[in-house]
Structure formats: C-alpha cells, structure tokens
C-alpha cells in the first residue's frame, strides 16, 4: 500500500532534491523510506529527472503525487540538474539525495534538528553506510598528496589500514561514539544545507561534471565562516555507484576522465593556488598520470572496473 504524501498545504521544513535517470528500481526503494521514516516533518520533493526511458517519472508521482517533476535533457548532467532543482525548492532546508540510497528511521528528523539548534552549520550530514552496515568512507578531511598512494579505494590502504596519512584523510571511519563532529568534506550523495544559504552562495559549481562538486560547496562554505558537520546519529544507507552513471563501459570511461578533473578544480580552489603556482602544474600532472592509470584498469578489467576505482 502506498504511503500518504506529504500535505501539499504545510510549508516544507525540508526540500528532498533528486536528480534522477533511469534508475526506478532504487527510487522507489528510496521514495518509500523517506515516506516511511519522515516522522511528522513536512516535506517537499523535488525531481529533476533526465529523460528517463524507464518508468522513473511514474514511480514518483505514484508514490508521492505531490512531487515537483522537472524533465530536462539528459545532456543537462547531474552539476546542472541540481541547480535547475534548486530552483523549485522552497523548503527551509535542501537534501541533495541521491536515487540510490535509502533514509534510516529518524534520519531526517534528525537532521534538521540539528540544524534548527545550530545556525552556525552551513552543511550536515549523517553517517553514509554500505549495504552491509559498514561505513562508506565519504566523511572525509581535504586529501594531501599522500592520499594519492593512501586513500579511499587504494590498494596501500588496505594493506596497511592504520598508516596516518588514511587515517586523518578517513574521518568517518576513525571516529568515536554518536557526538556531532566537523568534516571538511560531506557527500552530496545525502547532504543538507540551508536553502536561503544554498541559493545566495549560487548552489554547485557548475565546471563540476559529476565528482567533488560537494568538496568544493563544502569548502566553499566553510570559507564564509560556516560549519560543515557530521551528525552520525543519522544514517543513510548508499548504493554506491547503481544511480546508473557507471552502468557500462562508456559511462565508466567518461567517469574516469570526469573524476580526475574535478579532482583537479577541487584541490585547486581548496588550496587557492594562484595560476602561476607550480603546485597547480603539479597536480593537474598527477592527476594526468591517474587518469592514464585508471584507463589503463578499464581496458583490463572493463566489467568490473569503477570510475573511482577499486571497491570500498
């Protein structure tokens, strides 16, 4: 049976802002617990929907009537979508939310408590989780060099999980107990912000393809003098990388090339380096070098390879 929706009469506490493509399976799936654990929030949905071919558009609008469906073309990718989504947001507060991840019960309650207590955080959010339970690694410091050889997938890092480059770049995994922490980046896989906020400061950063756009808001955030928080009494579960933007080899070849750019603008503004600064050189070098690296997995291994590479 379906869940009633939300009263299109109350005014939304929260704003859910989804950018959707052929992905019905997983957004029904996240539909329902959102609607399933909403508590008495009152809550808005926004869908900014891509052209899907499948039965997207139906699933949401069955599930939730009152839903905000905006279709646009796929070619409008996921950075844009989120902005043209933002537009129809009039919620006190905006989740950007991926399709393929699921709201544990008090999750959102949660969320916007927390932020109706502290006005100094611009962004939160709660513990993201593999299907399995286990931490998923997306509450991180700002990486260093360093994180290049020990980061998030990389095979160093599994064999030597206590080294402390991994350790402080791996914040989610490392810390303690429920307490609210800061972070420096938060994943807009499920991230919340103030909306007068989000609009003023002009939402994601549209050179962003698809990765670290939500590093960048972050930092971003962070240098107006807001808080960037961790409320892990919050959880959100995460099927990572089923939204369909690595479904096949293509998709996962463009990723690749993506990732690495934004990695590239990502560390760049977080640093500030001026356009002479011969650690820019450095970077876009390195991170040239990853991406022929990575390329070079796809070719070897092209069913199993990631954007991002590796498992978590």
């Known amino acids: 049976m379906t869940a009633p929706a939300p009263s299109a009469s109350s005014a939304p506490a929260l ?13 029904r799936d996240c539909l ?47 950075v844009r979508g989120n902005n043209v989504g933002l537009k129809h947001a009039t919620g006190r507060y905006t989740m950007y939310l991926n399709s393929d991840t699921v709201i544990r019960p008090g999750a959102l309650a949660e969320l916007v408590r927390h932020l109706d207590a502290h ?29 290049g050889l020990f980061g998030r997938r990389s095979v160093l890092s599994r064999l030597f ?27 807009a896989c499920s991230m919340i912000l103030p909306t007068r906020l989000l609009q003023e400061t002009g939402g994601m950063d549209e050179r962003f393809h698809f990765y670290w756009v939500d590093a960048e808001l972050c930092c971003r955030l962070a240098r107006r003098g807001y808080k960037v ?44 380096f001026s356009r002479w600064d011969p650690r820019r050189l450095l970077t876009k070098l390195l991170l040239t070098a990853r991406t022929m690296a990575g390329i070079g997995l796809l070719l070897l291994r092209p069913a199993r390879a990631t954007s991002s590479g590796g498992s978590n």
């Open 15 to 27: 704003t859910i802002l989804i950018v959707n493509r052929n992905s019905a399976g997983y957004l």
């Open 32 to 78: 329902r617990s959102i609607l399933d654990t909403r508590d008495d929030l009152a809550l808005e949905l926004v869908l900014v929907d891509g052209s899907s071919t499948d039965n997207s558009v139906t699933v949401a609008r069955e599930l939730w009537p009152t839903v905000k469906t905006v279709l646009v073309p796929e070619s409008l990718g996921y």
């Open 119 to 147: 006005p100094e955080i611009g962004v939160a959010s709660g513990t993201i989780l593999n299907t399995d339970g286990s931490d998923q690694g997306v509450v991180r410091r700002f990486p260093t060099f360093m994180n």
């Open 161 to 187: 999980p206590n080294n402390p480059w991994y350790r402080q770049y791996m914040q989610s995994r490392f810390e303690q107990g429920d307490a609210p922490y800061e972070a420096e980046i938060l994943s």
């Open 229 to 272: 928080v961790c409320v892990p009494r919050a959880r959100i579960v995460h099927h990572e990388g089923k939204g369909g933007s690595t479904s096949t080899f293509a998709k996962r070849l463009r990723m690749n090339l993506a990732f690495n750019h934004d990695a590239y603008l990502a560390y760049v503004e977080y640093h500030q």
